[in-house]
């Protein structure tokens, strides 16, 4: 898709972080955004941004998780717009970091029914329409989790890994389509990820987002641009952030040996962000 003038988008996520940066980087290509965001108000800030530098833009609060909600958007978007081109799952939630055998299961359930199944509605309800267009895509945003498994953090990784499976599959069956489907896998990102998580304890997110802030990120508005870049030139697989080259790289020279030589920075990495160097 070289051109994105007068396409319309939806990107789900959008009323912060990644997915704000991504609605107005496609605004700035000329596409007319679908603003889609669990929390209106913030929807409606990145709707007024957009609106403000001359672009288009429609909001729509949406639950991904429920397919009720989901079933709506589609019905809203068509409503407001008449067509999709490209749709990027991008919403999602930081899971909680302990344990695997003692994250209560209801948390657990959170994290998959946003990270995993907020991206199975996006797909699976959109490409029926997406594959009447003359050319389109499908973006799903998965993290370096999804390439390597982090300890403490199995509902995250498990959501990430379900999210960049699920994609290739997709990649696979429509390829005869007119749609293509980018997985999107970004490292550390410098936003409030962590502290508008509802399955973190108020303490530990406080903590969390503290040590996060001050950590070499990568900037939203740079996977905004790898996603669009991502759009216009088909590109199956998208590795955004030193960090996740790196642990791409890794875990393919080191397959078998990553897991093991990894544990105990990673374990590290924790304390340090929940406060426990000691």
Known sequence: MRELRDKVAVVTGAGAGIGRATALALSGQGAAVAVCDLDAAAAKETANLIQAAGGRASIHPV??????????LVGGVLAEHGVVDIVVNNAGIAGPTMPTAEVPLDRF???M???FWG????SVLFTPHLVERPEANLVNVASNAGILAYSRMAPYNSSKFAVRGFTETLRMELRSTPVRVTVVCPGITGTS?????PVIDEPERRTMQARYDKTPTTKPEKVAAAIVAAIRRDKPRVL????TVALDAIVRLLPAAHSRLLAKPVELLFRRALGQEA
């Open 113 to 115: 029914d946003v990270n």
């Open 63 to 72: 639950d991904v998780s429920s397919e009720d909600d989901m079933r709506a």
């Open 193 to 197: 990820f962590v502290a508008h998580s």
């Open 240 to 243: 955004v952030g030193p960090d």
């Open 119 to 122: 991206v199975v509605h996006g």
């Open 109 to 111: 359930h959170r994290v």
